[in-house]
């Protein structure tokens, strides 16, 4: 196993248990977050995204509905990526097992990956079903400027400071 792979392997087992952790908490009462009517995954964009598409009581009880439903499954799949990452991060390089271990650890992430898009991706389908036609442009809408805000916002963090550009 090349050291590109087992880093792939970890951070992919990282993210996939953050963005599981990020839907099983999103609920009414932790954190402010309710989750969002788009996607799954809870962030600071979500309550205003929740909030900007004007849902009817009916449809929040709704989609809270959907989240309570995926919620357990979405926790599965977060422990079992941390219960992955433990076990690799306890297993020293030079242990005799530890390709094994590694190899372990490597296909159970790619099947976290595949369990969660799966499960994310008929969980937007159902909540998509939840908004009416002129929410869900307004959503696309709103989709599109949260995501092009991120990545400007990355593409400032990524800009060379004045030390930098002056070869301090």
Same mark, same amino acid.
């Given at each position: 196993m090349t050291k590109t792979m087992l880093v792939s392997s970890l951070a992919l087992s990282v993210l996939l248990a953050g963005l599981a952790s990020q839907l099983a908490l999103a609920q009414p009462g932790w954190g402010g977050h309710r989750g969002g009517p788009l996607g799954p995954f809870a962030g600071p964009g979500v309550e205003v995204m929740f909030e900007a598409l004007d849902l009817?009581?009916?449809?929040?009880? %709704?989609?809270?509905?959907?989240q309570a439903t995926y919620r357990p499954q979405l926790q599965?799949?977060? *422990?079992?990526?941390?219960?992955? /990452?433990?076990?690799? %991060? +306890?297993?020293?390089? *030079? *242990? !005799? *097992?530890?390709?094994?271990?590694? %190899? @372990?650890?490597?296909?159970?992430a790619a099947e976290h990956?595949?369990?969660?898009?799966?499960?994310?991706?008929?969980?937007?389908?159902?909540?998509? $079903?939840?908004?009416? !036609?002129? =929410? &869900? @442009?307004? %959503?696309?809408?709103?989709?599109?400027?949260? &995501? +092009?805000?991120?990545? =400007?916002? /990355?593409?400032?963090? /990524?800009?060379? $400071?004045?030390q930098q550009e002056d070869g301090a």
């Open positions: 009817t009581p009916e449809q929040r009880d %709704a989609v809270e509905a959907i599965v799949l977060m *422990d079992s990526s941390r219960n992955t /990452r433990q076990a690799l %991060a +306890e297993t020293a390089p *030079d *242990d !005799p *097992d530890y390709a094994t271990v590694v %190899a @372990e650890a490597s296909q159970a990956a595949s369990q969660l898009v799966l499960l994310t991706a008929e969980m937007r389908r159902e909540l998509h $079903g939840v908004l009416t !036609p002129q =929410q &869900r @442009e307004k %959503a696309l809408a709103l989709r599109s400027t949260m &995501r +092009e805000q991120r990545l =400007q916002k /990355r593409r400032e963090r /990524r800009r060379p $400071g004045p």
